[in-house]
Nanobody, 123 residues
Framework: VQLQACGGGLVQAGGSLRLSCADSKRTSSNNAVGWFRQAPEKEREFVASISWNGASTAYTDSVKDRFTISRDRAVNTVYLQMSSLKPEDTAVYYC?????????????????WGQGTLVTVSS
């Protein structure tokens, strides 16, 4: 599995960004995929996840109703649409492929990780 996360950047508070996670090896189609983030001097935290077929999603409370995770299995890409961004959303965002078809919130449930993309939200 080779994951390529992109779409990060600098945005003002209240703005939007869409992150993409492309699986160039096409081996994650039957696995759940998640997004995690790590802010400076903080632990990596779960953001959102989606099951293998997109039927089930999960979000951390702080991003519910602002972020939407989706996937296009035809192109092996998972998206994270982020809206109403806040300065506290500033972090490096990582996508990861789970060990199973169903999503989880613990990083130990994920086996492959992308390189991360930086999101900076200015106030």
């Amino acid at each position: 599995v080779q994951l390529q996360a992109c779409g990060g950047g600098l945005v003002q508070a209240g703005g939007s960004l869409r992150l993409s996670c492309a699986d160039s090896k096409r081996t994650s189609s039957n696995n759940a995929v998640g997004w995690f983030r790590q802010a400076p001097e903080k632990e990596r935290e779960f953001v959102a996840s989606i099951s293998w077929n997109g039927a089930s999603t999960a979000y951390t409370d702080s991003v519910k109703d602002r972020f939407t995770i989706s996937r296009d299995r035809a192109v092996n890409t998972v998206y994270l649409q982020m809206s109403s961004l806040k300065p506290e959303d500033t972090a490096v965002y990582y996508c990861a492929v789970a060990r199973t078809s169903h999503s989880g919130t613990d990083s130990s449930q994920y086996q492959y990780w992308g390189q991360g993309t930086l999101v900076t939200v200015s106030s």
